[in-house]
């Protein structure tokens, strides 16, 4: 991996991290079983360890980020330049590690969270924004990154732009979703 690559690592793998501290200041007010898991009702139905919920996850999601951003140092190692939508992929397990831990801590400390609609709205927003890129996506960097490989840069142009439009729209149906269920509650 390249310099630039691990400084960017590093920096990922530390937003990874960052949400123990929340955790180590407020361990003595949570629970020894927290939830780690809500059904489509808001309700939990999967309990873990304190300790196992305000560290293992974050110290899981880090090394998820680390095998994801060296997967993607090897097969990117040989370009020249790394296409952008790579930055979002770079970013999505430490945001919503950093968004799920934020819910699930505040869930416990009492506050009226919607864990359900929370995540269905970080999730609307990330699909939006990988819609957004997808369709800027050189035709070189399908060879990486799209399976099966179009066979010219006219039907790539097409393919992506229906995946764009996809996403885009996904995203929008899932922050609506949110949106009408979160009304829904709290009426």
């Known amino acids: 991996m390249e ?10 793998v530390f937003v990874c991290l960052l949400p123990m501290l929340l955790g180590a200041m407020v361990y003595s007010k949570l629970p020894d079983q927290m939830p780690i ?9 999967q309990y873990a360890d304190k300790e ?19 997967i993607v140092g090897i097969t990117t190692k ?3 330049k790394r296409p952008k939508i790579m930055n979002i992929f770079e970013w999505m397990i430490p945001v919503m590690s950093v968004g799920i831990y934020f819910v699930m801590i505040e869930a416990q400390l009492g506050s009226t969270v919607y864990v359900g609609q929370s995540i269905g709205l970080l999730l609307g927003v990330l699909f939006i924004l990988l819609g957004n890129y997808i369709p800027k996506m050189s035709y070189r960097d399908s ?9 010219d840069e006219k039907t790539f142009r097409r393919y992506t732009r229906i995946m764009g ?11 609506i979703i949110s949106m009408v269920t979160f009304i829904m509650a709290i009426s």
């Open 3 to 12: 310099k630039m690559n691990k400084k960017r690592l590093i920096i990922t």
């Open 37 to 45: 898991h809500y059904n489509m009702n808001n309700q939990p139905d």
């Open 52 to 70: 196992y919920a305000l560290f293992g996850i974050p110290l899981f999601m880090a090394a998820l980020q680390t095998m994801c951003a060296c």
């Open 78 to 80: 040989k370009r020249e």
């Open 143 to 151: 060879y990486q990154m799209i399976h099966p490989i179009p066979k």
């Open 165 to 175: 439009y996809s996403f885009v729209i996904g995203g929008i149906i899932a922050i």
